[in-house]
Each structure stands twice: as structure tokens, then as C-alpha cells.
């Protein structure tokens, strides 16, 4: 179970890390690529992005370092968080797709926060 959790934990971080990095250092290129990053007040779009890459580092570098590793679902809870919030956000612009995507990101975290709480912390 340990093993899941981490592949998961990592393959989260390799799709949330560079979708925030590209919206806070390349905003432009981000309201190219993604049609919804227009509609939100690029401040906001910041606060999401820095959330967003905080949240992808605390769910492997406390248990990589071994250190403060409650941090690790509560990241995960956090990013879940915002993933309910971007759920809501693309339903109310009918954007299926984006949502659904949101649905896929929230289970896996969700998984992510009960393993390392229940299951193998």
C-alpha cells in the first residue's frame, strides 16, 4: 500500500506541479492553452498557482525527508480542497471536461489523505 501511495503521490505531483507553474510564470501562454485561466482575476490566479505548488511539495517532501509527515494529508486535503472549489467553478462555465478532470484529481487526493492518515502514515 505504501508503494501506491507514493506512485500516486508522485504522479499528482508531476501533474499539478507544471500546470501551476505555467499559469504563475507564463500567464499569457496559460490563457492560450486554457480558456478558463481568463475568466479569473490574475491575483487570484496566483494565489491558486503558489497554493497549488506548496500543496504538490507537501505531499512528497515530508515523507522524502521524513520530517513533520502530517503534513502529507494535510496537503493533499488542501489540494483536494481547491479541486472541489475548481469542480464547482468549471460546472457553473459547462466545462465537463475540466470538471470531470477536477472529480479524477479530488478522488486520488482524497485516497492520498486517508492512506497516509489510516492506512500506512
Known amino acids: 500500500m505504501n508503494a501506491l501511495l507514493w506512485a500516486l503521490q ?3 505531483v508531476l501533474i499539478l506541479l507544471p500546470a501551476a507553474a505555467t499559469r504563475a510564470v507564463s500567464y499569457d501562454f496559460a490563457k492560450k492553452r486554457m480558456a478558463w485561466v481568463a475568466a479569473v482575476p490574475r491575483s487570484l490566479l496566483l494565489f ?3 497554493a497549488e505548488i506548496l500543496g504538490a511539495i507537501g505531499l512528497v517532501l515530508p515523507g522524502l525527508a521524513r520530517v513533520a509527515l502530517q503534513l502529507t494529508p494535510l496537503a493533499a486535503l488542501g489540494l483536494g480542497l ?5 469542480f464547482l ?12 478532470a477536477n472529480l479524477v484529481l479530488l478522488a486520488a487526493l482524497v485516497f492520498v489523505a486517508v492512506g497516509r492518515l489510516v492506512v500506512s502514515p
Open 48 to 50: 491558486i498557482s503558489a
Open 89 to 100: 467553478f468549471h460546472t457553473s462555465r459547462h466545462e465537463p471536461r475540466n470538471a470531470g
Open 82 to 86: 481547491i479541486q472541489v472549489m475548481a
Open 10 to 12: 508522485a504522479s499528482l
